[in-house]
């Protein structure tokens, strides 16, 4: 069955930076886009950022473009997300999720599996 | 930037009512358009995507409908295991989620 755990999760202070993962197993890791999604306390959810199958194009919510960096090891069937110069407001539960669209290279489409989530609290 | 405007962001209903839940996009998406599920300390489920099409294994009682700025979520008959938030996302350019609409027993 599809497997999505999210681990790097931290309390960081502002300025501050943090890589998660996401360890996935199950399905054919390389043929799949994949995302991270965010959800602040309280909030909804917030889409953060996709890459592509093969890792060659990768698309950012504009809160977070300049700031993150969303990578994968297809050989190690593992996503990443880079953050730096964090803030009060990246506060949340960080979900990796992948995305139905077999092969594709845009922004994505809907999220079919997801995993328990990962918790980043920034705070001085 | 696409926003979804979603309503309402609560209502309360009982077991069996019908439940009708509206998404509205702010420029054209087409059928661009997915309802997920969420409960408590628990990661979303995807329920319809394609403004219509039901995931694999989610309850006939779910639908969708609309294309282009505005579509309807309808739980036929609601079950006890429905109460949850629900969510609209458009991936018609980027991606974005309405922001929820919170579904509690009345």
């Known amino acids: 069955q599809v497997q999505l755990v999210e681990s790097g999760g931290a309390v960081v202070q502002p300025g501050r930076s943090l890589r998660l993962s996401c360890a996935a197993s199950g399905f054919s890791f390389s043929s799949y886009p994949l995302h991270w999604v965010r959800q602040a306390p309280g909030k909804g959810l917030e889409w953060v950022a996709v890459i592509s199958y093969v890792g060659s194009s990768e698309y950012y919510a504009d809160s977070v473009r300049g700031r993150f960096t969303i990578s994968r090891d297809n050989s190690k069937n593992t996503l990443f997300l880079q953050m730096k110069s964090l803030r009060a407001e990246d506060t949340a539960v960080y979900y990796c999720?992948?995305?139905?669209?077999?092969?594709?290279?845009?922004?994505?489409?809907?999220?079919?599996?997801w995993g328990q989530g990962t918790v980043v609290t920034v705070s001085s | 930037d696409i926003q979804m405007t979603q309503s309402p962001s609560s209502l309360s209903a009982s077991v069996g009512d019908r439940v009708t839940i509206t998404c509205q996009a702010s420029?054209?998406?087409?059928?661009?358009l997915n309802w997920y599920q969420q409960k408590p300390g628990k990661a979303p489920k995807l329920l319809i995507f394609?403004?219509?099409t039901l995931e694999t294994g989610v309850p006939s009682r779910f639908s969708g409908s609309g294309s282009g700025t505005d579509f309807t979520f309808i739980i036929s008959s609601l079950q006890p295991e429905d109460f949850a938030t629900y969510y609209c996302q458009q991936y018609g350019h980027l991606l974005t989620f309405g922001g929820g609409t919170k579904v509690e027993i009345k």
């Open positions: 420029q054209d998406i087409s059928i661009y």
């Open positions: 394609d403004a219509s």
């Open positions: 999720a992948r995305d139905r669209a077999l092969y594709s290279s845009g922004w994505g489409s809907a999220f079919d599996f």
